[in-house]
Every structure is written in C-alpha cells, then in structure tokens.
C-alpha cells in the first residue's frame, strides 16, 4: 500500500523533471515552414500546469477529506493517467496546454489524498517515518527525472507523458485493489472551489503579463489589462476568502507570522529555483548544442545531492530552528546563481561552469526545500496541519509558475543573449536572497503567537 500511495507522489513529481527536459524537442517538433511557436507560447506548457495545480490543491484536498480520499485518489490518478495520454497525442501546443491543465487537475486531486490515505493507514508511531518517507519520493524523482527525460526523449518527446500511461493504470488497478479507504467527515464545509478559480486565474492574469509584455510593450493596453486583472482577482479572492467558511486560504492563518513568512520564503524561493531550472537546460541546449539526453544527465547532478543533504541537515542539524537552514540553502542558492553568472561561457565548459554551481544549489535545495513547509506548520496545531502544509505546497507551485514567467520576460526570444542570461541569473539569485531573509523573518517573533482554531 505504501508503495502504491508514493508511487503516485513519485509519478507525479517525475513528470515536472521530464517534461523540463523535454521542453526543446517539443519546440523543435511543433515547428512549421510558416514557423514555430515562440518561447513564451512553450512556457504555458509548465505555467498552465503550476497555476491549475496550486490553485485546486487546497480545495481539492478538503474535497476527498468530505466525500472519501480513496475515491478522490483513484479518480485524480486515473485523470492524470488519460490526460498524459492526450499529452503525447497533442498535436499543437495550445492543445498540449488543454491537456497539461486535465493532468494538473488530476495531481491536486491524487497528491493530498495519497497522504492522508498513508498516514491513516499507519500506526501512530510509524506516521511521521511515512511522511518523511511520502515527502522524500519528490526528491528521488528530481534526482531520476532528468536522466530519465533525457532518455526517453530520445525516443520521442511524446513518451514524456506517455511513460506515465502504464504506470499510471497499474497505480489506479493496485489502489482499487490494495488501498483501504478512510472514513470521510461529511460534516465539514464544502470548500470554495469559486475562490479557486479565481485564484486561479488571477494568477493566470499575471503570468500572462508577464510572458506576453516584450510582445505587446511593458505599457500596451493588453499588458496593462492583465496586469489590472491579476490585482481584481487577488482582491476578488481575498474577499470571497473572508466570507466562506471554508476558504482556500484561511485569513486567520495568514495572520500567524511564522507561517505567513514561511509562505513568502516559500513562494520567492521557488520563484528563483523554477526560473534557473529552465534557464540552465535553456543554455545547454540552446547555447551548448546539447541533446536531451545529455542534458538531462548534466542536470541531474544537482538533485542527486538534494535527498542526502536533506537526511545529513536532519540528523545533523536537526536541533536548528528551520529558518536558519532556509536561510543557509538560500544564500547557497545565491551563490550558485552568481557563480553562474560570473562562469558564464558560450563555449561548452560543463565541469568548470556548471557542475560546481549545481552542486552548490542542489545542497542549497536541500536545506530549504523539506524544512519550509517544517517551519511553516511548526506552531500550528495538528488539525491545521494539513491545510498548512497544503498552502506551502500552493505557494510553491505559484512560485514556480512565476519564475518561468519572469525568465521569458528576461529571455524574450531564447537563450542566446549572454545579457539577458546573466540578468537571469542575478534574479535568481536576488529571489534566493529574499528567502533567506524571509526565512530569518519567521524567528523575528517577540510575543508568543496565537495560533486560530481549525476551520468548521
């Protein structure tokens, strides 16, 4: 059952990884004599995916917590199934998008439900084992994802979605099979799958701004429009927030300073991290004329170092509040973005260019990445455990989405300007100084905080 319910946390996080490394040969693949689609057309393919993803998250969970997580596993995991099928059959990248949005869908659905299914399942002493063991699959994917993109796309970059075909069946056929269900709570308030949408598409608005302004002018009506648009969503959401008794963020949540912090550092990370992951398989594709699979092995190097620095950190430095260990992974992120910057050489200089950067920044990664959602749910209470950590899992998709975003507002066309790419890389590394010093915030609490009491 444990190998069934990560296994899909594992499918999941595997997908991100490969469809990275897929990202050129897409491009190439849709290219026409009349021409291809441009860089900004090609980042909806990771964008549509993070905004959907974060927005039905929370919701999504509470949904399968009221009306049974097995239910909602097997249903999200048989969406995300057929919709990398549709995936690999796309035959354009507006079509490709549609079917990135289905599987986003289907990942909020079956992520939430995959723990709290395994938790539930497991005796009291071994729960928090299970969840560190639930948490640790995102890593081991990050870490077997871009070799293994690399591989398959030299098939086809169609069997970047569609490698997730068979496994995905499997999963749903074992967890009707093996998964025992959880009893649901059909007293709790149905969440505000409304507020989601409009989070949803607020954040939808700014991303479009932002990939669009080079195109249409920083002050065209069209960019100024969406921009306008994403602030009226954040207040429409904030407003609906207030009012439903089960929100997709709870306000009283927010005023919790450790925890609002905690989703700032989260957020602004992840900004950084999502843009310079792009950027670097952007640069060896584009600039060192490597192929997918070389790409995805020169990469992999920097989440291969993430689960070990995250098992070292914990036994090691676990007396450490977590915000000193964000911080640290924050500034090491920051120095592998400027070492980036200042190595930067168009002729291919993998060893000492790249490796060492990435290598800093995977150790960076794995100091930050599994103690801000530690740090963020550390003064709440254990019914708001969930939907705390849920949020930081939102702000981390949000922040990813972001990121691209910003790098092809940077980039504009691709990867050749060296300008364009050392300002990137500045970016990153100003966002990773802004989470260190968000982190740092969340211990800058001089009264004890009072912690809200569970929603409905």
Known sequence: MTAILTGATFLAGLDLFIVNVAFEEIGRDFTTASGGPTLSELSWILSAYAVVYAALL?????LTDRYGRKPGFVAGLAVFTLASLACGFAPGVWELVAARVLQAVGAAAMTPASLGLLLAALPAEKRAAGARLWALTGAIAAALGPAAGGGLV????????????P????LVVAAIRFVPDVRNDTSAPRPDLV?????????GALVLGLVQAEEWGWTSGATLTAFAAALVGVAA???LSARHPSPVIDPALVRVRSFAWANVATLVFNTGFGASLLLGILWMQQVWGFSALETGFAIAIGPLVVPPTSIIAARRLGHLHPSRLIAAGGILYAVAALWQLFALSTEPAY????VPAWIVGGIGVGLAFPNLVAAATATLPPAQGATGSGIVSMARQVGFALGVSVLVAILGHGA?????????????AACSVLAAVAALAMTAV?????VPAPVG
């Open 58 to 62: 929370v919701p999504m969970g509470r």
């Open 154 to 165: 030299q098939l086809s970059w169609h069997w970047a979605f569609w490698i997730n075909v």
């Open 167 to 170: 496994i995905g069946a499997f």
């Open 195 to 203: 507020g989601a949408a409009v989070l949803a598409a607020a954040i």
């Open 237 to 239: 959401f904030a407003g």
């Open 351 to 354: 060893w000492s260019t790249f």
């Open 416 to 428: 050749a300007d060296t300008d364009a790419v050392r300002a990137a890389w500045l970016f990153v």
């Open 446 to 450: 001089r009264q004890p905080e009072k």
